[in-house]
């Protein structure tokens, strides 16, 4: 059975490490999201006794990983270095796909769409010449009257654009329960609790306090992966990484075929200036629509509901762009939370003040596409081993205006 293989693979890189080595030391990983369990993965895959904690349950419900589906794209603007890491996860993704009992990721292309003509410069003409110079073949798109090629979309709406041929979406949620079992599987051992804050003077960090029952989990290394919740775990973070809530909704259609297929891929309609994406129709009838927009700063326990005045944007929107769902039911409603760091890049690296301490996160909205390459990143970095993407996340202050309160607006480029 294909399912098999995978199991069969991460166990055939255990017994080749555990015959070569003594064990590495003991990791504690801090958070079971997409970062958590691909570096608990990997780390256990060469060796190390992991230990990875939760609150769970698990997936647990208000992690950004949770979510049903997330875009996978190499579309990045001029930014070659996140198109060149997505294209290395693009790689993972068909393993993943070819390896698993189901496959997860569906490559259905991206349709990046623009009101007006584009131009060198701007995130789209950027983004798609990235692709046709390595050699994609986007197809530039210059829509005209009549031409019914993207029928659900109201015409004239959009003018020009382009499809991108590699990129697609990702089940979000099966990948991380399918992680999940195969952490288990492999001997990662999965401790329900909460690690306390750590406490800023520390030196070195030799393990974390469980807020339910104040026990000492002691470990050589531990690994924060705590996503949105980074800031409130490792204050002195928070002049460079900060949670913030972006509003994900359901949309209901009893029109599915117009809401899938090749006329319909996941969608960016003037995503660097709107901030709205969205994705196909899932059997269920679910459509699923975002924005990527400034977002609400705010700590990720206390989030709220989606804003009134956000559907109504949306209904707006829908009304202009894409009738059919204007008036549709609200199945599903979501403040999701994106770790933002002031940069956009990822923090993944030794904490140079506490040793013993790993932090890897800031997602800044974009990280779960990166999957099946990040554990490889974290596990270098834990092991302080030279890595090409590890060099973009390290660590780096914020610059002094940020001090002043002179947020960084993240740009849809990351
Ligand atoms: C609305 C939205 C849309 C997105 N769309 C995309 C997309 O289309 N494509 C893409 O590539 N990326 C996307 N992202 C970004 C992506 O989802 C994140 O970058 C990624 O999931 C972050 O994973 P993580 O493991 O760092 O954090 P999380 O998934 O949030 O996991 C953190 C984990 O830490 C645990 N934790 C917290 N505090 C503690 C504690 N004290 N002790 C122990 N454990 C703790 C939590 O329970 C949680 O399970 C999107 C994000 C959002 C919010």
């Given at each position: 059975m294909p399912g098999e293989q995978i199991d069969s693979a991460f166990y055939s890189r255990l017994s080749i490490y555990a015959s070569v080595t003594t064990s590495p030391g003991h990791a504690l990983v801090v958070g079971a999201g997409i970062f958590g369990l691909a570096t608990s993965l990997e780390l256990r895959t060469r060796g190390w006794a992991v230990t990875l904690l939760d609150p769970g349950p698990l997936p647990h419900k208000s992690a950004s990983s949770t979510d049903v589906s997330k875009m996978v794209r190499m579309d990045y603007g001029s930014?070659?270095?996140?198109?060149?890491?997505?294209?290395?996860?693009?790689?993972?993704?068909?393993?993943?796909?070819?390896?698993?009992?189901?496959?997860?990721?569906?490559?259905?292309?991206l349709l990046v769409f623009s009101?007006?003509?584009?131009?060198?410069?701007?995130?789209?003409?950027?983004?798609?010449?990235?692709?046709?110079?390595?050699?994609?073949?986007?197809?530039?798109?210059?829509?005209?009257?009549?031409?019914?090629?993207?029928?659900?979309?109201?015409?004239?709406?959009?003018s020009h654009g382009y499809l991108s041929p590699r990129a697609g979406w990702v089940e979000s949620g099966f990948v991380?329960?399918?992680?999940?079992?195969?952490?288990?599987?492999?001997?990662?051992?999965?401790?329900?609790?909460?690690?306390?804050?750590l406490a800023e003077e520390e030196s070195q960090v030799?393990?974390?306090?469980?807020?339910?029952?104040?026990?000492?989990?002691?470990?050589?290394?531990?690994?924060?992966?705590?996503?949105?919740?980074?800031?409130?775990?490792?204050?002195?973070?928070?002049?460079?990484?900060?949670?913030?809530?972006?509003?994900?909704?359901?949309?209901?259609?009893?029109q599915p075929e117009i809401h899938?297929?090749?006329?319909?891929?996941?969608?960016?309609?003037?995503?660097?200036?709107?901030?709205?994406?969205?994705?196909?129709?899932?059997?269920?009838?679910?459509?699923?629509?975002g924005c990527h927009?400034?977002?609400?700063?705010?700590?990720?326990?206390?989030?709220?509901a989606v804003a009134r005045e956000h559907l109504e944007t949306l209904r707006a929107f829908l009304e202009k762009a894409m009738p059919s769902l204007a008036k549709a039911p609200v199945l599903e409603q979501r403040v999701c939370m994106y770790c933002d760091t002031f940069d956009g890049d990822f923090l993944i690296d030794q904490d140079p003040n506490r040793e013993g301490l790993i932090v890897a996160g800031g997602g800044s909205g974009h990280g779960f596409k990166f999957a099946p390459v990040i554990g490889g990143v974290v596990a270098d970095v834990v092991e302080?081993?030279?890595?090409?993407?590890?060099?973009?996340?390290?660590?780096?202050?914020?610059?002094?205006q940020l001090a002043t309160g002179v947020r960084y607006t993240i740009n849809y480029r990351k």
């Open positions: 930014d070659l270095f996140y198109h060149e890491f997505a294209e290395a996860a693009l790689e993972g993704w068909d393993r993943w796909n070819a390896d698993w009992p189901y496959p997860p990721y569906h490559e259905t292309g009101g007006e003509e584009i131009k060198p410069g701007s995130f789209e003409y950027e983004s798609a010449q990235a692709l046709q110079e390595r050699g994609y073949e986007p197809e530039w798109l210059v829509l005209k009257p009549n031409q019914n090629r993207f029928p659900t979309w109201e015409e004239g709406q959009y991380v329960s399918h992680l999940l079992t195969l952490a288990q599987k492999v001997g990662v051992d999965l401790r329900i609790g909460t690690a306390q804050a030799t393990g974390v306090l469980l807020k339910e029952s104040g026990e000492n989990l002691a470990a050589d290394t531990v690994v924060v992966c705590a996503g949105a919740w980074t800031p409130s775990l490792l204050p002195w973070l928070s002049d460079r990484m900060w949670s913030v809530g972006q509003p994900v909704v359901h949309l209901g259609t009893d899938t297929g090749k006329p319909f891929p996941p969608w960016f309609a003037d995503t660097s200036s709107s901030g709205w994406y969205g994705f196909p129709a899932l059997p269920d009838g679910h459509v699923k629509i927009g400034p977002g609400l700063t705010a700590h990720p326990d206390t989030r709220g302080g081993r030279d890595n090409r993407w590890a060099k973009r996340f390290k660590w780096r202050d914020p610059p002094t």
